[in-house]
């Protein structure tokens, strides 16, 4: 299959996805209590993750698959491989905010080479081929030229490690002084995507694991930004890392 036709396949996959989202039975969600979330979550990421599964494997028979809802994870050292969130930005989910997305990345030897992010309450379609820009619904999208001062700065916050969630706050302050404001979304993925079209300048996060970046990240870099660990060196996809992503541009 050519590799335009191969993207189309997958944004129409997730944006079925997508629509599982926004048609969410809103009525089995217990916001009173915690099994309840628990609950409600699991059976629309399981869901939706083995819609994706199945259909994303009928396009690629023989691609390894990894997703974020697997108790062990698939090797990427093979052809392809998908790499998927069925839903980034999970509490954002229970709580209605709307601001969600479905990601999928496809490797190829182990790097990444398709991307696709999909923000069903906006119907915006992130995607990006290796080497030929990214797209934002079918048109370019590029990186602000924005410095930090005149920058928004995008930041998630580690929920579950009270060392780095510290060190995470610590850091958006020192950014909330250099920048001109900053945010908190809920969703890496759309993070990404958000510096990708020229929203924000940068985004990090202290820890998130390969389902939430492989793809945003390519269409980040397709787009003409960056985005590596907080030491510097390049995202891992075989385990989790820190994330720092922005514009590019000097500050
Ligand atoms: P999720 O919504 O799929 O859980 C918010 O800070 C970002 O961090 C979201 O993209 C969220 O993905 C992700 N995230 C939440 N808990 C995480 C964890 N334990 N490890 C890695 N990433 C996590
Ligand atoms: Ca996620």
């Keep these: 299959m050519e590799p335009d036709q191969l993207l189309k396949n997958m944004e129409n996959i997730v944006r079925e996805c997508g629509k599982i989202i926004l048609h969410a039975d809103r009525s089995q969600n217990q916001t009173d209590a915690k099994p309840g979330h628990a609950n409600f979550v699991t059976a629309y990421d399981k869901?939706?993750?083995?819609?994706?599964?199945?259909?994303?494997?009928?396009?690629?028979?023989?691609?390894?698959?990894?997703?974020?809802?697997?108790?062990?994870?698939?090797?990427?050292?093979?052809?392809?491989?998908?790499?998927?969130?069925p839903i980034d930005g999970t509490t954002n989910f229970i709580k209605d905010c709307r601001m969600s997305a479905v990601s999928v990345a496809l490797t190829l030897d182990g790097?990444?080479?398709?991307?696709?992010?999909?923000?069903?309450?906006?119907?915006?379609?992130?995607?990006?081929?290796?080497?030929?820009?990214?797209?934002?619904?079918g048109a370019p999208i590029h990186v602000s030229s924005?410095?930090?001062?005149n920058g928004i700065v995008l930041f998630?916050?580690?929920?579950?490690?009270?060392?780095?969630?510290?060190?995470?706050?610590?850091m958006a302050y020192g950014y909330f002084k250099r920048a001109m404001d900053i945010r908190r979304s809920g969703s890496a993925a759309l993070d990404l995507c958000?510096?990708?079209?020229?929203?924000?300048e940068l985004f990090f996060e202290l820890y998130l694991s390969p389902w939430d970046y492989a793809a945003g990240s390519l269409i980040l870099e397709?787009?003409?930004?960056?985005?590596?660990?907080?030491?510097?060196?390049?995202?891992?996809?075989r385990e989790g890392c820190s994330v720092l992503a922005g514009n590019g541009v000097e500050s």
């Design 156 to 170: 998630g916050t580690a929920p579950y490690n009270e060392e780095l969630a510290k060190k995470s706050f610590e």
């Design 194 to 200: 958000s510096v990708a079209a020229g929203r924000a």
């Design 222 to 237: 397709e787009a003409g930004g960056t985005a590596v660990t907080i030491e510097g060196g390049p995202l891992t996809l």
């Design 47 to 85: 869901k939706i993750q083995q819609l994706l599964q199945t259909r994303l494997l009928q396009l690629l028979p023989g691609a390894s698959f990894v997703g974020e809802e697997e108790d062990t994870h698939a090797s990427i050292d093979t052809d392809y491989a998908f790499i998927v969130d």
């Design 111 to 137: 790097e990444r080479y398709m991307g696709v992010v999909h923000n069903p309450y906006l119907d915006e379609m992130f995607t990006a081929i290796k080497g030929q820009g990214a797209f934002l619904n």
């Design 146 to 149: 924005q410095p930090l001062k």
